[in-house]
């Protein structure tokens, strides 16, 4: 209880715990994608292909479009943009099973930049595991990279 409750102090104001127990998933994943993918940085970055992504957790306009998400909530709203992330993660964990091979289809369905993107992940994922010890409340991501 207590890992939970420093757990809790520290990434409240983003919602990651809220947003995993709601969609099932582990918060100190969804806090290790928004390090991955801005350092906790609400910011927009525009892709090669045209695309842009948004909020400290990067929401591709793909999903922005198809989910008819708020733009600029994303930005100003961490908690909304973590809430999103979960939802389109617990889709594809549905679709693609629970693996770290899915992880990284949050990022891109290219097999070497999946596999890059998870192993990225992992490791920030497992850093943050090391730095608030295991709690039987979060629940841990298993699988492997395919």
């Known amino acids: 209880m207590m890992i939970l409750l420093v757990c809790s102090l ?3 104001n983003f919602g990651f715990i809220k947003a995993g127990r709601r969609y099932g998933i582990d918060p100190l994943l969804l806090e290790a994608i928004s390090i991955v993918e801005s350092n906790m940085r609400p910011v927009i970055r525009i892709n090669k292909n045209g695309t842009a992504d948004y909020g400290h957790t990067q929401i591709n306009t793909l999903w922005i479009e198809k989910l008819n998400l708020n733009r600029a909530r994303l930005l100003s709203d961490p908690t909304y943009a973590t809430f999103a992330t979960a939802y389109i993660l617990s889709k594809l964990f549905k679709k693609y099973g629970y ?3 899915t992880v990284g289809r949050y990022h891109s369905m290219n ?5 890059k993107y998870a192993l990225k992940v992992m490791k920030t994922y497992k ?6 010890g295991n709690s039987s409340e979060l629940k841990i991501v298993e699988g492997s990279i395919r």
């Open 127 to 132: 850093k943050l595991r090391s730095k608030y």
């Open 99 to 101: 693996s770290w091979d």
């Open 10 to 12: 520290l990434t409240d």
């Open 111 to 115: 097999p070497n930049l999946r596999k």
